[in-house]
Every structure is written in C-alpha cells, then in structure tokens.
C-alpha cells in the first residue's frame, strides 16, 4: 500500500522551530518530488516547498518562507523533511507532504500534480 505519513507538528510559540517528517511506505521517495503545503482555516491549500526527484531539478520555495523553512530529504530512511525555523502565527495550519513522480518540481505549487497525499499535521504558532 502507497502511504506518506506526516509527523512533527504541534504547538511552538512564535520565533521557536519544528521539523516535520514525511515518511512514505510502499514506493521509493527518490523517484518523487516531494511538495509540503498547508491549509489554514478557511484559506486555500497553499504550496510551501518544493524538492525535486532524482532526476534533476531544483528545490522550491514559497515567498513567505524562504529563509526561515528548509526542505531536505534522506533516502536511507525514505523520508522527507521540512525544518520550520522563526515561526510566525500565520504559519499556523495543517501541513501535508505530497509525491509527484519524476518531476523537478516545475509546477510545484499546483496541487494537483500531485500523486499521494499524507493526511496532514496541525502546527499551531501561538503564545
């Protein structure tokens, strides 16, 4: 069975850090481009990085994070990363790790060229 499995999130106050996994289960996370995205309540799915599968391609992401969140990924334990450093409260949402197969991540931001879905984890920035 194809799964990803996201895990890390909860409650950080503003300016601390998370690391979110993604672990996948039944397919190689090497042949995929790894996307993380989130939902806020009432708000769109929103891409928030990109890193692209082995075959090439370079790693994305959106405006609003860049600096402070970093996406990685570590084969050997086929599962993906997204450290969050300097949270603000409008990083608050459910965060989801998604696969697109063999893509560099060139419409990375458009969640339906997504193959799987993980079920999402809540990350609350809050005093």
């Known amino acids: 069975q194809l799964q990803l499995v996201e895990s890390g999130g909860g409650l950080v106050q503003p300016g601390g850090s998370l690391r979110l996994s993604c672990a996948a289960s039944g397919f190689l996370l090497d042949y995929y481009a790894i996307g993380w995205f989130r939902q806020a309540p009432g708000k769109e799915r929103e891409g928030v990085s990109c890193i692209p599968s082995s075959s090439g391609g370079s790693t994305k992401y959106a405006d609003s994070v860049k600096g402070r969140f970093t996406i990685s990924r570590d084969n050997a334990e086929n599962t993906m990363y997204l450290q969050m450093n300097d949270l603000k409260p409008e990083d608050t949402a459910v965060y989801y790790c998604?696969?697109?197969?063999?893509?560099?991540?060139?419409?990375?931001?458009?969640?339906?060229?997504?193959?799987?879905w993980g079920q999402g984890t809540q990350v609350t920035v809050s005093s």
């Open positions: 998604a696969a697109d197969l063999w893509s560099s991540c060139g419409t990375w931001y458009d969640r339906y060229e997504y193959d799987y």
